[in-house]
Structure formats: structure tokens, C-alpha cells
């Protein structure tokens, strides 16, 4: 197992690199698990820094379920430190995301405050019992 930096927020190319590697198989397992494959395009950006919303922030994502487009930005400099099932939690928690995004209606922009804290409830609960699930 690599050695840990010793700030959260700093990593070396070789941890960057074998974070961004590991995200992107659990994407791959987990696109077909969640039956995502038929979207036009569900787009991985990885980042080094930090989000810009938080510094906590692992991952966010944007979707358009009318066209199947979806980008998860994933924040390797968060990332890099978690253990792999904290990571594959991190890529489930944010592709359900991609399947709730048609609950939004037509825009984003519309949503209250209430309707997004709700969404990451159920966002949050559905990540749970689906790596339950797959974890026996």
C-alpha cells in the first residue's frame, strides 16, 4: 500500500495516478450495476486540487438526463487518502446522483435548498444499500 502524504491534500503522481485508476474501474462496474451503459456519455474529470464548493468535497456531478449527458468531477487530492471501498462509495454515491437526475424536472436551477438536502439523503441511503447489497 502506497504511503500516505503527510497532508491530506497533497500526493504524490504515483498515488494521484493509482487513485484515478481505481475510481475508474469501480465507474466501469458500477455504470453497468445501475444499469447506466444505454446513457450517450457519462464523463470522468479528475482533479488535483480541491473542490471548488469545499475542501471535503470527494466528487460532484452534473447531468442532463433529457440527452444522457452526465461529468463527475472527482477530487483526487480528497480522494487519494481514502481506502478503496470509500472511494467505489464515493463513484456509486455520485452515479445515483446521474439516476435521480431526472426527479429534477427540467432544470437544476429550479431546485430549493430542501430538494437538494432531500436528494442527498436518498442519494446517501441508496449508496448504502446498494454496496450492502453487492457486498453481501
Not at 424536472?105 to 446517501?124: F, M, P, W
Request: negative net charge; contains cysteine.
Amino acid at each position: 500500500m502506497p504511503k500516505k502524504p503527510p497532508c491530506p491534500f497533497i500526493a504524490e503522481a504515483d498515488q494521484l495516478r493509482a487513485a484515478k485508476e481505481a475510481i475508474e474501474g469501480f465507474a466501469a462496474l458500477w455504470i453497468g450495476r445501475l444499469n447506466l451503459s444505454h446513457w450517450s456519455d457519462i464523463t470522468q474529470k479528475f482533479h488535483t486540487g480541491l473542490c471548488p464548493e469545499t475542501a471535503d468535497c470527494a466528487a460532484r456531478t452534473f447531468s442532463d438526463w433529457k440527452y444522457k449527458y452526465a461529468t463527475i468531477e472527482f477530487y483526487l487530492g480528497v480522494m487519494v487518502n481514502m481506502e478503496p471501498q470509500e472511494q467505489e462509495l464515493v463513484v456509486v454515491h455520485e452515479l445515483l446522483h446521474v439516476v435521480l437526475n431526472e426527479m429534477h424536472g427540467a432544470s437544476d436551477a429550479n431546485l430549493s435548498e430542501d430538494d437538494r438536502a432531500h436528494e442527498e439523503r436518498v442519494v446517501t441511503e441508496l449508496t448504502q444499500a446498494f454496496l450492502r447489497i453487492a457486498r453481501g
